[in-house]
Structures are given as structure tokens and as C-alpha cells.
């Protein structure tokens, strides 16, 4: 096993030399407190563990393939990139800022590297560096963001709540992401308006308005769900809003959170964080602030899940134990032993001597948070198929989360889906499935046929990867350096000579 901080910095605080290319269209300035790797210098990490970024924006990357070879122990520590969606929503929260702000810890992957390109390409000026960013979006000369790449991911649809709130006006086209369910703007556009704003949908684009040109105005709006998407936008616009606004049954996700306390840190007046209200005290302008992106806790609990259904032995930080601890309860009932080694530092064990002879299944339903997270349902399936008994699995944040069954029944698993419930029939032991050809649909649901993969016998072949790109940092790199045989076909190879 690699010591805890060598291997984390290793994969964690450098990757590609050509990395900053990728986070803007136009070349980037170099400040001798920061250099950053594009610049020339030597790389800090070894040639072997170099790798370009898994998704580099060109479109052969829709060709890329997985090709996984299992059964696989795991072992060894892996280091957690920072949060994909509290990435987004932060760096969407720099639009409602005056002066430079300086994001750090951004996992470089491709929904981030779209949210800066949407920014930069809008007037922001940015620098960017490692995982590091500086922007400033004081030269934003337009409300309207490019309608392509919104449609790429969801959470470009936040810059909404920004652009209303300080240019007074905003077009933003509806937003794409996993195709999960219907996932409609109804709760930003309700609560838009409760805030002063007129808005209304044409061409495939909210276009939204401050009444009279006079800005936004603080009201009270209370969401019918807790939309985490629909907290952050209106928590953003609350903040340049004229007065006083209160949200209730508002999201409690750690992102809203992470994203009142930067918006806090540059001048914002917001309270409750966490909570289910917010009291929000308008201001006239926000000024910018640094931040540390969080540890991403799906990254971190796809990780957890990969120890549990490999049976093997994972360290794994930083991690921010309290927001896993859901999964922790769920794997430990099912017979995994999980140690906090520091206050960041989990280690997950499933190998047979700390398990006995096999791990008990369990039901699980997924829920806002503090509940079970939707975005780890998936790959929780999969241990499931490696478990004892019959379990349950109910998704009730998204109506249509289950396109990874179809797929996990070619790699031998046993479940039965009926609507937004899979009944999994374990088979008790960690290899019970096997090899195959399979397509990722979606992000989450596409990692748990990574995951899959790794337990299975044989080779598993997995295409749709660039939805897989879309949420794990550095995947195949973290994957091999725990001992598994993963690699990537990538488009050259498959394309048809011409
Ligand atoms: C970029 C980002 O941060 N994505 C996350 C965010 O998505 P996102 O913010 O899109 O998820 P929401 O919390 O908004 O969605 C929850 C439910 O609310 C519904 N809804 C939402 C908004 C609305 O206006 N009307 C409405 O009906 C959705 O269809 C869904 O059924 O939170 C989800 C729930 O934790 C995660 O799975 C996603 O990974
Ligand atoms: C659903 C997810 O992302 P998005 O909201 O961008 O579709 C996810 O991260 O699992």
C-alpha cells in the first residue's frame, strides 16, 4: 500500500501537463505563487501515472470503451476528488460576485470544464491551474449562455439564479443531465417569480426578467420538494435580491450548504444552511472570496461500494465522514467493517476474514438528505447481487433511475424491476456474476456496471463511458492503482479505417 499523502497528492493535486488547456478556450496567465502544470514545467508526478484527461471535450470520445477483467481484489488508499456538484453550483455563484474569486480543489472532468467554458465564454476571465481557478465575471457581457453546452449537463441551468439577480435579466436554455426522469425547472421558475422576476418559456429557453428593470425583490417561496438545483438557484439570486427572502422545505444536501458558506464568505447574508428554511438578507453586490471545493461523497461511497463488492480493503480521503454516514449504516449492517482513521480517513473491509462467509443483503430507499443518497443507488445494486437474500431497492427522487438493471441482468444478476422498485435476488458470493457487453445509460447507473465488472468473472466490455466521464476523476487511473485490470479502448481504435 502507497503512503496516504504521497498517493494522494499524486492523483489528487496534478494530473495531465495539458490539463489547463482543457478548462478555457484562450491561453491562461501564469502567477508565480501558482504555476500551473501547462506551463512548461517538469510534471510533479511520474511519467506512468501521467494520463490525458479521460474526456477532453472531442467528440470520439462517444466511442470510448471500458474493458474490465474480474474477478479483482482491491487494495491500497484512494484519494477523493472534490465534489462535481458542488463544483457547479460554486462556480455558477461566481456570477453573482464583483472582483476575483479562487475556487480550488475543481475535479477536472467534462461537466466541469463546460461550466467554465459557459462562463468564459459569456466574458468571465479565467485562470486555470491544477484544480485550481481563478475568475472573475466582471466583463460578463451577455445574459445569454451558450444553449449548446447548457444542454450537456444540469447544473448549467444554475447560472439562472446569478444572471437574474445582477444583470437583471437572463436566457437560459432547459437544461439536459441524466436521463432519470423528467427532471422539469418548475421550482426555479415559481420561485423566480416569487422574487420578482418574469419568466417564461420559449424556444426551448427560460428567459427571465426583473420586473421594471429594477432587480429582484426578497419574497418568501416554499419548494413542493427539496430540489437541490432549485435551493442553489434560489439561494444565489435571494443574495442580490432588494430585502429580505425566506425558502422553506429547502434542500439540506452538504452542496447547499458548501455554497452558502462561499456566498456567505463574499458578503452574503444567508441562515439556516442545512436546515430546512433559509433566511436570506439581500445585498447590493457581492464581492469575490476564496474556496475549498469538498470531498465529493459519491466519489467517495462508489469507492466504499467497491470495497464491499470486491471483498476487498480500501482507504480512502478526504472524506467528510458525516456525510456518509447513511452508506456507513447500510454497509456495516451488511457485514463490512469500516474504521475512521483520522477525521478524514476511512477504511472500508470486506475481505472474508473480517466478513465471515458472505455479507447479508439489506433494503434500502433513497431520499433527500440526510437520507439515502439517489445518486449511489446504482452501484448499491450491484452489492446487492452479491449478497445474502433478497433485498429491496425504492428510488423516489427520480422517477426513472433503474436503466442499470436491464443492463446488470447480462452480467448474470438477478433483479426485478417494477416502476421505481428492484427486488435484487443475492447469490451470496462475491463472483456470481460474469462478463459481458453492456451499455452505460447515465452516470451513476453506467459506474455501477464499472463496479459490476470488477466483481465479475471474465471481461465485461462497457460502452457509453463519457457519461462515466462525467462524474469520476481520474477513474481508470484510481481503478489500476487499487489493482484492477481496466483499460481504455479509446475512439482511434474502434474507428473503421478510412
Ligand atoms: C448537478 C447536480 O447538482 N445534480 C444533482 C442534483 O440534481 P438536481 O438539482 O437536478 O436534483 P433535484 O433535487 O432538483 O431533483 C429532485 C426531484 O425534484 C424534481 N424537480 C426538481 C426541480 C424542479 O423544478 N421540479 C421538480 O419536480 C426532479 O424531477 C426530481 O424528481 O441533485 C440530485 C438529487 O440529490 C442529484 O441526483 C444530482 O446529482
Ligand atoms: C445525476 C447526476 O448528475 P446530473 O444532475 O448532472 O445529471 C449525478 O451526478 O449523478
Redesign the pocket.
Known sequence: MLGATSKGKAVGGNFHPMAASFWCNQPIGSDPERPFTGSGREPLLPPHLLQPPQNNGHHHHHNNKLIITGPSRLSGHVPISGS???A??ILAATLCCSGTSKISNVPNLS?TRTMVSILSSMGAEIEASDSEILINTDGVGTVEPDSEEIRK???GF?VIGPLVARFGEAVVAL?G??D???????????GLRALGAVVELRDGKVHAKAANGRGLVGGRFQL?????????TLMMAACLADGVTLLSNV?K?P?VVGLAQFLNDCGACIEGAGSDKLVIKGKSWLHGSRCIIAPDR?EAGTFMLAAAITRSCILMSPVIPSHMSCLVDKLKAAGCKIRQWSHDTLEVSAISADVGESLKGFDVKTG??PGF???IQPQTMVLLTTCNGTSSVEES???NRMGHASELLKLGARIKVCGSTALVYGKDKRSGLCGSCVVAKD??GGMSLVLAGLAAEGTTEISGVQHIDR?YHNLDLKLKFLGADVKRLMAPHLAFPL
Not at 432519470?180 to 415559481?190: H, K, M, T
Open positions: 462535481k456538484n458542488s457547479l453550483s461537466d449537463f444540469r447544473g444554475f437544461p443531465g441524466c432519470i426522469g423528467a427532471r422539469p425547472v418548475d421550482l426555479y421558475v415559481r413542493q420538494f427539496p430540489s437541490v438545483g432549485a435551493t442553489e434542500a444536501e452542496e459519491i433527500p438528505f443518497p439517489t445518486d427522487i427520480f422517477e452516470l451513476r462524474g
